[in-house]
């Protein structure tokens, strides 16, 4: 029977993260339809399934389909296609969910497309009305959101990190491996990866924090992205900005939040001297609460912001930073 397939990469013994967000939505898919929940899973050929496989188990996958081979621990689009195309004829999937990540956004479209199937982007609700999955997705830059159905299948469908529920795990349960044989021609690969480059970073990523700070012109410059740095130490968040603090040199483009930048969907965003332009606020449509400070009581983030502050973040910041320490005892 055709059911709901999620797309997982292994890292070392585990999945990344998005696995389980995307087996909690899978499962309510496949309940609604009465279909399974599988996996494909995939990995280099160093890469021993059985460790990441049973993570996807106790998740709730009854099938892993494990596509394993070097070129698809570098990375290569082309090769992940190819595979991934190997591993959905053999699972006939009703329904395929990868996290909108890297390999979603290059990979996904492509499989719809060799599957002759439909595709949803960057959905952060799935629901199953009328036997048809029924995707929430953000539209107009986030200033609103929209539901798509798509009837055509497979539905391939990319979902925003951080938007699903989980997958509660439960380690008594097992499934069923399957070994999906690839043979990737190395005429494949288009891009060739020449170097990889490793920015190095502390506390917790962008894209999965809890909490976020960000900053933008309003800060006034590198030096005070340190009054936000202290913040985010004292709050265990994650550091961002806006691309206009990022063109003006203040921090790296790895910060950078919105529509050519990274988005997030953390629990809390508090947006410093940020004035709320759509690009920037395409990148943050799935955060649960949006705190603005700015001075400029006019500025469009605070349509968005669940609670805004119109002052001075020179002052604002630091009192906050103080009584933050004050309540959780650093």
């Known amino acids: 029977m055709p059911g709901i397939v999620i797309v997982a990469t292994a890292e070392g013994q585990g999945t990344n993260p998005a696995a389980l967000e995307l087996l909690g939505g899978g499962a309510g898919l496949a309940k609604a339809l009465g279909c399974p929940l599988e996996a494909v899973l995939v990995s280099g050929s160093g890469t021993d399934p059985a460790g990441p496989a049973a993570k996807l188990f106790a ?52 499989l719809a497309h060799r599957l002759g199937g439909s595709m949803i982007t960057d959905a952060v609700a799935l629901e199953v009305r009328d036997g048809d999955v029924v995707a929430t ?20 469908v990319t979902v925003k990190l951080r938007a699903l529920e ?3 795990l439960d380690e008594s349960r097992s499934g069923e491996l399957v070994e999906v044989p690839v043979d990737l021609d190395p005429g494949v690969d288009r891009v060739k990866l020449v170097e990889r480059v490793e920015e190095a970073a502390e506390g917790p990523k962008l894209e999965t924090a809890r909490v976020v700070i960000g900053g933008g012109r309003g800060v006034g410059g590198a030096e005070n992205f340190k009054q936000l740095e202290e913040l985010a130490r004292v709050l265990g968040a994650a550091l961002g900005a806006s691309r206009a603090a990022v063109d003006e040199g203040w921090v790296p483009a790895s910060w950078q939040i919105g529509q050519t930048g990274k988005a997030i969907a953390s629990d809390l965003y508090i947006a410093v001297g940020i004035s709320g332009a759509s690009q920037h606020t395409a990148g943050i449509s799935g955060v ?33 930073t103080a009584r933050l320490k004050e309540l959780l005892g650093k």
């Open 288 to 320: 649960k609460t949006i705190v603005a400070i700015n001075t400029d009581p006019e500025a469009p983030i605070f349509e968005r912001a669940h609670l805004g502050v119109v002052g001075d973040h020179k002052a604002v910041v630091p009192a906050l």
């Open 166 to 168: 989980p997958a509660a």
């Open 59 to 110: 998740g709730g996958a009854r099938r892993v389909y494990s596509v394993r081979h070097e070129r698809l621990g570098n990375g290569s689009p082309e090769a992940a296609l190819e595979a991934l195309t190997a591993a959905c004829r053999r699972a006939e999937p009703r329904v395929v969910l990868f996290s909108a990540d890297r390999l979603g956004l290059e990979v996904a479209p492509r």
């Open 137 to 156: 997705r953000p539209a107009f830059g986030g200033k609103a959101m929209e539901q798509v159905a798509a009837r055509a299948t497979p539905q391939v």
